[in-house]
C-alpha cells in the first residue's frame, strides 16, 4: 500500500489549519503549515516590499518542499496545509511520483 500525503487547501480563513491540526492529531500523523515556516524564517528577514514578499513566499514553500521530501524518503505519512497555487502543483506531483505516494486532497470554502 502506498504511503498518503493529506493536502489541506482552500481559500483565506476558511478553517485549513484548524482543520490540518485536528486531522493531525487525530490521525498522529505530521503535519506542516506554510504559514509556520514563514513565520519562523520572517522573523530573522525583513519583508520591506513586494518583491521581496514574493521571494519570500517561494523560499518558504521551497523549505517545505524540502521537508516534504525527506519524509517521503523514510515513508512516512504526512499532512501539508496552505492556499497552494497552481505552480506547485507541478513540485509536489514530481514527489509524489518520485516515492510513490498517493495523494489525498481536501479543498475548504467559506460558506
Known sequence: MKNKLIIITGYPASGKSTFA???SENLDVPFFNLDSIKTAIGKEIEINNWENSICFGKISFFVLMYILEN???VNKPLIIEN???K?????I???LEKYEY???????NVI
Open 87 to 91: 505552480d506547485h502543483e507541478t513540485v
Open 93 to 95: 506531483k514530481y514527489l
Open 83 to 85: 492556499s497552494f497555487i
Open 102 to 108: 498517493e495523494a489525498l486532497t481536501y479543498f475548504l
Open 71 to 73: 519524509l517521503m524518503k
Open 21 to 23: 491540526m485536528k486531522l
